[in-house]
C-alpha cells in the first residue's frame, strides 16, 4: 500500500513516541528517533536531521516527564520540554512541515472544578507544567502550522506508568497499597491518544486540543479498577490525601481536559477509561475476559 506522507517522531521510544509510531506506521512513513539518534536540545542536529528527511509533519513526543525530579532538574526539564520544543518548531518551520507537540493537563493549576478547555487559561503549579507551557509558546511562536495536543494520566505499553506500577506491587505479594484518593483525572491509554493525533492530522486539524479517555476518576478509583480487571481482589487499597505524600512537585487537584472542541470540531469521541484500560490489561496477557 502506498504510504501517505513521511513523518519523523522524536523521543520515539518512550510512552507516547512508541504508540504513535506502532499508529502512524500503519499509513504514513514513519522515521522514528529517539535520544541516541537525535537530541532535541542541539538545534544545530535537528535541523540537519529535519532538512535531510524532509518530513511533511514532525511530532515531538520527547519529554522530560518525571514530574518531580522536574523540580530538582529545572534545567534539564527547561532544555528538553521547552528548548526542545522550540528547535523541532524551528527545524520544521525551515521544511514547511506541520509540527504536532504533546503536552499536558499539568499546564492547570487544578482549582477550576469542571473540566478545562483550551480556552482556559494555563497557570502551572511545577516546573514540569512550567517547561511544557513554555514549550507550547514555543512551539506557537515558531510554527504557522501546529497542532498542541494536550493530554494526561497515560498508559500504555514500553514506558514507566502507574497500570505497571500498581500490577507490580500487587505482585510483589503487597497486602496493602496506599494510593492518593483527592487528585482526580482522566486515565488515557496510549494507543487511543495515538489514533485521535492521527486523526487529527488526518482532518489537518490546527491550534490547541485536549485529548483524553472519556470519565474521570481520582488515582485511588484508578488503582482499584486495575485491580479488579486484573483480577487482583485479595490486595487492600488504602486511600491517603496527597499532602500525606511530601513530594517535591504540587500537583493540580482536578485536572481533567473537556474533550468538546475535539468532539465538535472532528466529531471523535474517546471511549471511557474503563474500556481502554480493559484493552491494555489483554495486551498485557492480564485482562479478565
Ligand atoms: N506520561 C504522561 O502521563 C504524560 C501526560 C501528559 C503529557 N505527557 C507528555 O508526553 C511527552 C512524552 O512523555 P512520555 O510519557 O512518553 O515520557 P517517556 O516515556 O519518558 O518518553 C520520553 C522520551 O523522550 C526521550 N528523550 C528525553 N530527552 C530527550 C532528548 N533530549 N532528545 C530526544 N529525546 C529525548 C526519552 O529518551 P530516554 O528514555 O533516553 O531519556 C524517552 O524516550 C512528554 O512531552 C510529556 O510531557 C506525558
Excluded at 518525571?66 to 532538574?73: L, Q, Y
Excluded at 487559561?121 to 512551539?139: F, R
Excluded at 500504555?156 to 503487597?174: K, Q, S, Y
Excluded at 490546527?206 to 476518576?217: A, D, E, L, M
Aim: with cysteine.
Amino acid at each position: 500500500m502506498e504510504k501517505k506522507g513521511r513523518v519523523v517522531i522524536v523521543g520515539a521510544k518512550g510512552l507516547v513516541g512508541s504508540a504513535l509510531a506502532e499508529a502512524f506506521s500503519e499509513t504514513y512513513e514513519v522515521i522514528a528517533l529517539d535520544r541516541e539518534e537525535l537530541d532535541v536540545t542541539t538545534y544545530n542536529a535537528v535541523k540537519k536531521a529535519i532538512k535531510e528527511m524532509t518530513p511533511q509533519v514532525v511530532i515531538d513526543a520527547a519529554g522530560y516527564s518525571d514530574v518531580d525530579s522536574c523540580e530538582r532538574r529545572s534545567q534539564l526539564a527547561f532544555a528538553i520540554n521547552a528548548e526542545g520544543a522550540k528547535n523541532v518548531a524551528k527545524a520544521a518551520s525551515l521544511v514547511k512541515a506541520k509540527v504536532v507537540y504533546i503536552s499536558s493537563d499539568y499546564v492547570f493549576d487544578g482549582k477550576k472544578g469542571s473540566p478545562y478547555t483550551e480556552e482556559d487559561q494555563p497557570n502551572p503549579l511545577n516546573i514540569y507544567g512550567e517547561s511544557k507551557l513554555l514549550g507550547e509558546k514555543y512551539v506557537q511562536d515558531h510554527s504557522d502550522d501546529y497542532l498542541i495536543v494536550r493530554t494526561q494520566w497515560l498508559f500504555g505499553p514500553h514506558g514507566r506508568n502507574f497500570v505497571d506500577t500498581i500490577l507490580t506491587l500487587a505482585e510483589e505479594g503487597r497486602e496493602s497499597i496506599e494510593v492518593v484518593e483527592d487528585l482526580v483525572g482522566a486515565p488515557t491509554y496510549t494507543v487511543d491518544l495515538a489514533q485521535a493525533v492521527k486523526r487529527l492530522l488526518e482532518r489537518d486539524a490546527w491550534g490547541i486540543y485536549h485529548v483524553s479517555n472519556s470519565g474521570q476518576c481520582s488515582w485511588f478509583e484508578f488503582a482499584k479498577e486495575i485491580l479488579r480487571q486484573a483480577g487482583k481482589n485479595d490486595v487492600r487499597l488504602v486511600p491517603i490525601s496527597s499532602a500525606d505524600l511530601t513530594r517535591p512537585a504540587r500537583r493540580p487537584v482536578f485536572s481533567v481536559l473537556s474533550k468538546d472542541k475535539l468532539h465538535r470540531e472532528t466529531g471523535m469521541k474517546m471511549r471511557p477509561w474503563q474500556e481502554a484500560l480493559s484493552d491494555y490489561l489483554k495486551r498485557r496477557g492480564q485482562g479478565q475476559s
